[in-house]
């Protein structure tokens, strides 16, 4: 269910008419489609996309599969999120429709001719981004239309580099498209089109910066080659760029959520995870670690723990006064998968000697480690934990509280 509509859950039930029959989530597009039946759009495009041509309800075979929007009911539920709004009900927003394909191509054609003037093309290019910002499917629509394509030749000719107008809405388009691995493949490879992104990090707009990144991220995430993807991480310069979006001040958040994934994206490549060591991601992603919400402080602990596991890494962690009792405050607290990289990223770093262990003891690891080896944890986590109670346990005298009755490890930790 909606975040915002969470609250339901403790009292409020939605109407069993305004339940998607496949999501059972309350329909914010109802669609009704050949047989009668309404489904939210979202949820029977996502049936039709995976191969299914029945009804999920009757079982009949869809034989058109045009989707009618039903206004009736959509305003019927806006009212019943009205009424309800003092449960935490907000109101569903009135779907857009989708975007005429014949105005996205001309679109596209006006913003790719050289025989239009610069005000025309930025014009068509402003509308285009407008288009995208939309929905999912408007940005497909863009995407099947060689919309990537066109758009990133547009962004590297010769004109486009002499009007940060241009640069700046090319890429607030080109960051949320869709990508295959071809028009990744089309970016990663050349060059001189990754020296251009490069020197894009350190452009005077905050805006022009993260969607660079957001796009470098894309393109990393989508290229299957190591080699290539080991060729971009290769520059210092990519390093710089996107921990100074990282440390971003925290009146945007987007800087925060682009820079955390782009910097994921680059410590996958081994070779240079010693470039973002030097580059200050210890102290980054540390002092924001705080700041992250769930699912980009998961990938900051993956990140940590990916760092964690080369010797420079470890090495600036362990120097960082905040580095112990941060990862251990956040065993448990996120979720099961931050929690398994937490518990990783302490087993690195206690293993390095006696100083951290100690830390991690007074800073609560092993009252910590011990709920989770008992908790519904990844198996992933439980054994890093038993790993590092085991550690934790050899390293300690035989009078520490660790090895007194009032902790009973052995029943959990393997001898």
Same mark, same amino acid.
């Given at each position: ?46 049936w ?20 009618i ?6 305003r019927?539920i806006?009212?019943?999120c ?5 449960h ?5 927003p009135?779907p857009?429709q989708?975007?005429?394909?014949i ?13 239009n003037?610069?005000?025309?093309r ?5 509308r285009l ?5 939309? *929905? &999912?499917?408007? !940005?497909?629509?863009?995407?099947t ?6 758009? /990133?030749? $547009? #962004?590297? *000719? &010769?004109?486009? !580099?002499?009007s ?9 388009? /080109?960051? $949320? #498209?869709?990508?295959s ?6 970016v ?13 990090l350190?452009?005077?707009l905050?805006?022009?910066r ?6 470098l ?22 390093f ?8 971003y001040?925290?009146s ?10 782009a910097?994921f994206?680059l410590c ?5 995870r ?5 580059a ?7 002092d924001?670690?705080?700041d ?45 998968r ?27 690891v092993?009252?910590?480690l ?13 054994r890093?934990?038993?790993m ?5 346990r ?5 009078n520490?509280?660790?090895n007194s009755?009032y ?9």
């Amino acid at each position: 269910m909606p975040g915002s509509l969470q609250p339901l859950d403790v009292g409020l039930q939605i109407p069993y008419h305004f339940r998607c029959p496949v999501s059972l989530e309350l329909m914010t597009d109802p669609v009704i489609v050949g047989t009668g039946q309404t489904y939210d759009r979202l949820s029977i495009e996502s049936w039709i996309a995976t191969g299914n041509i029945t009804c999920p309800v009757t079982r009949l075979p869809l034989t058109d599969f045009t989707l009618i929007p039903n206004h009736t009911l959509r305003r019927l539920i806006q009212d019943w999120c009205v009424a309800n709004r003092s449960h935490g009900v907000e109101r569903i927003p009135t779907p857009k429709q989708p975007a005429d394909p014949i105005v996205v191509q001309s679109l596209l054609k006006q913003a790719s001719s050289m025989s239009n003037s610069r005000q025309a093309r930025l014009s068509a290019i402003r509308r285009l981004r407008g288009i995208a910002r939309e *929905s &999912e499917k408007n !940005r497909l629509l863009i995407s099947t239309n060689k919309g990537f394509e066109i758009l /990133l030749d $547009v #962004l590297f *000719s &010769e004109t486009s !580099r002499n009007s940060s107008d241009l640069v700046h809405e090319l890429l607030s388009i /080109l960051s $949320v #498209l869709p990508l295959s691995e071809t028009e990744c493949v089309s970016v990663s490879s050349v060059p001189d089109r990754i020296s251009y992104l490069i020197f894009l990090l350190s452009h005077s707009l905050i805006d022009v910066r993260v969607n660079t990144a957001a796009l470098l991220e894309n393109v990393i995430a989508g290229t299957s080659s190591s080699e290539l993807r080991a060729e971009i991480s290769s520059h210092d310069e990519i390093f710089d760029g996107v921990i100074g979006i990282l440390d971003y001040p925290i009146s945007y958040p987007r800087a925060l959520k682009v820079g955390i994934k782009a910097l994921f994206a680059l410590c996958i490549v081994k070779q240079h995870r010693h470039k973002a060591v030097e580059a200050g991601a210890v102290e980054a992603l540390i002092d924001r670690l705080p700041d992250f919400e769930k699912c980009d402080a998961e990938r900051a602990l993956a990140t940590v723990e990916l760092l964690c596991r080369i010797p420079a890494g470890c090495s600036a962690f362990a120097s960082h006064a905040l580095t112990v009792p941060l990862l251990v405050k956040v065993i448990l607290k996120i979720s099961d998968r931050a929690t398994e990289y937490a518990a990783g990223a302490l087993l690195s770093l206690c293993s390095t000697g006696e100083r951290l262990q100690v830390e991690a003891v007074a800073a609560g690891v092993w009252t910590q480690l011990l709920l989770l080896v008992q908790s519904d944890c990844t198996e992933r986590a439980k054994r890093k934990a038993q790993m590092l109670l085991k550690l934790l346990r050899n390293s300690c005298p035989e009078n520490s509280v660790m090895n007194s009755d009032y902790v009973a490890c052995s029943d959990v930790v393997p001898c």
